[in-house]
């Protein structure tokens, strides 16, 4: 039996266990100064290049629902499933072209220097949250209030 090699780390190489191949150096971490002298471990390089390719995804999604719409059957027995199918497909289309905007604006707020604070209270986004959601705009308290709000 044949087992497949698994990646795993040398404590004295970055080498992959089983494949005799070098890995790749993990990304840089740029410290970011915030406001009042906090410091961040965000790299604005790496999630610009993260927000890019989540907006380059959206846009391919938002593409292909637009060419996906549904026809509307004129039959009485059917239309309410048609305008099920047309709703559920306006609904994602909606959902996507919201995060798009947010994504669109993390760039800016990397372009104006303010990426990885918050939008509503300019303290820090946590960096595991950014991470996680590269556009994310608040800090975790702030978007619990502003969900709690919509």
């Given at each position: 039996m044949v087992q497949a090699a698994i990646p795993t780390v040398c404590s004295d190489r970055r080498r992959e266990r089983g494949t005799g191949r070098n890995r790749p150096e993990p990304e840089r971490i740029t410290r970011v100064p915030l406001p009042g002298g906090v410091r961040s471990v965000v790299d604005t390089a790496v999630a610009r290049s993260r927000l890019e390719a989540l907006l380059e995804d959206l846009d391919r999604s938002i593409a292909i629902l637009r060419g996906e719409s549904?026809?509307?059957?004129?039959?009485?027995?059917?239309?309410?499933?048609?305008?099920?199918?047309?709703?559920?497909?306006?609904?994602?289309?909606?959902?996507?072209?919201?995060?798009?905007?947010?994504?669109?604006?993390?760039?800016?707020?990397?372009?104006?220097?303010?990426?990885?604070?918050?939008?509503?209270?300019?303290?820090?986004?946590?960096?595991g949250r950014l991470e996680a959601r590269p556009d994310a705009a608040r800090c975790v308290t702030c978007q619990a209030r502003y969900d709690r709000r919509r």
């Open positions: 549904p026809e509307r059957d004129n039959s009485a027995a059917d239309a309410g499933a048609g305008l099920t199918a047309v709703e559920r497909v306006e609904a994602a289309l909606h959902a996507l072209e919201r995060h798009r905007a947010g994504v669109l604006a993390a760039l800016e707020r990397i372009g104006a220097g303010t990426y990885g604070r918050c939008v509503a209270c300019g303290e820090p986004v946590p960096d």
